[in-house]
């Protein structure tokens, strides 16, 4: 039975537990379609970091059916995309086509994910260009130092603290069978979710959909997964770097707490753009930084807000006072009613320009499906976002705002790290 979401939006679950949404765009032209699977680099093996993405990056590399250019050119031949991508918690892979290639498209997704090929000549190419891609992500300062920030943000070196990439030793070492066991364990339709956006009909989309995963047994996925915990403290990383980054994490909302919304005004009004406060204080009236911002980064069982600047080793002592005063002083003030109406209006218009495309629409419903959070529609997000007051605001202060377990890390030039202290 397929259940209405809301107006144009809709979800089934077939037999063998695979989760389908979609939405309607009548006036659209073209189709955004993926596969969403519940398992990220936090469900790596501890000593093999890095198996979920080598796992993605051989999907695309050839299965029973179809080899790389096989894939490569069914997509090209009717004008789409396709790619893939792998997260903390989630990995997935999307085609964008035109209306009259998402038969292709889910034809396509549906062969990768459910019948890889595991080519050994290929497994060892891929090992290559995952080296590869190591090394250039090492090489990107921006890149490397938010993996060693994340490597010490969580207590007892919790697996939300691995790099998603992995390591070079441990892809130098994994085998075909370690990879191959992980699809098994992990790609199930239980454990996936289908979402498709555009120019689509429900009926003839679940159909479509059923039609090429309902092969596939019912089996479920056990996730082992604990919680992690903010591990405050101060980290010093030293790089041979212009810069000193300097990165603050806070405790943040989970993926589906109700006080994410919240959470989303004050980190809007603190770090999230060019009129927020410290990019105010720090870029504009001082002339600091290039980049000062502040996010909050949401998983399905914790989340932590950070903010950043990329400062000169000789003011990493001031920047780290302006950021550690404004929380303070957050935490002692709130925000003004002005404030808390511009961070409303920005977050109703990122809302509205996210939506803009069909892949801007199935990234949303996949992530809300994904970490089994309510599917609410954009007309509902407004309304929570406009009934946010001030009462919600000094809640989330209250619990969000706690110096006490902040966790401080610089990376950059080795003397600079002292200014921290």
């Given at each position: ?117 595991f080519d050994p000549a290929e497994v060892e190419k891929e090992r290559g260009v995952i080296l590869e891609e190591i090394r250039a992500h090492d090489d990107d300062p921006d890149q490397y130092g938010y993996d060693l920030f994340v490597s010490n943000l969580w207590k007892d070196s919790h697996p939300l603290s691995r790099p998603v990439l992995g390591t070079r030793a441990t892809i130098r070492d994994v085998s075909v069978e370690e990879i191959a066991a992980f699809h098994r364990r992990y790609y ?234």
């Open positions: 039975m397929i259940e209405s979401l809301y107006p144009g939006a809709f979800r089934a679950t077939l037999e063998n537990g695979l989760t389908v949404i979609g939405e309607e765009v009548p006036s659209s032209l073209s189709v955004s379609v993926g596969v969403w699977i519940r398992v990220g680099s936090r469900d790596d093996p501890p000593d093999r970091p890095g198996l979920a993405h080598f796992l993605e990056h051989l999907l695309f590399k050839g299965t029973k059916r179809r080899d790389a250019t096989r894939i490569s050119e069914e997509i090209d031949a009717v004008g789409g995309y396709i790619n893939g991508a792998t997260g903390k918690e989630s990995t997935f892979y999307y085609a964008d086509v035109p209306a009259d290639g998402l038969p292709v498209a889910i034809d396509v997704l549906s062969d990768l994910v459910q019948h890889p090929a199930r339709p239980a454990n996936m979710v289908v979402v498709g956006c555009g120019a689509l009909n429900r009926e003839g989309f679940v159909e479509l959909v059923a039609r090429h995963f309902s092969a596939a047994p019912a089996e479920s996925v056990s996730l082992d997964r604990t919680p992690p915990q903010l591990n405050p403290g101060r980290n010093r990383h030293p790089r041979e770097i212009g810069q000193v980054q300097l990165y603050f994490g806070l405790p943040g909302s989970t993926a589906g707490a109700e006080d994410r919304f919240p959470l989303e005004i004050v980190n809007t009004v603190l770090g999230g753009g060019m009129s927020s406060r410290l990019f105010r204080l720090i870029r504009e009236e001082r002339g600091l930084a290039y980049a000062v911002t502040s996010s909050v980064v949401r998983y399905s069982d914790a989340g932590a807000w950070i903010i950043y600047a990329g400062t000169a080793p000789k003011n990493v002592g001031t920047v780290t006072d302006i950021t550690l005063t404004e929380l303070e002083r957050l935490r002692r003030e709130g925000i003004s009613t002005e404030e808390l109406a511009r961070a409303k209006a920005k977050l109703r218009g990122h809302l509205v320009l996210g939506l803009e495309t069909n892949a801007g629409k199935a990234s949303r419903l996949g992530d809300a499906a994904i970490n089994e959070r309510e599917i609410l529609s954009p007309q509902e997000i407004v309304r929570r976002v406009d009934g946010i007051g001030q009462e919600d605001i000094a809640r989330v202060l209250e619990q969000f705002v706690r110096p006490e377990v902040i966790n401080l890390a610089a990376i950059g030039p080795v003397d600079a790290g002292s200014q921290t202290s």
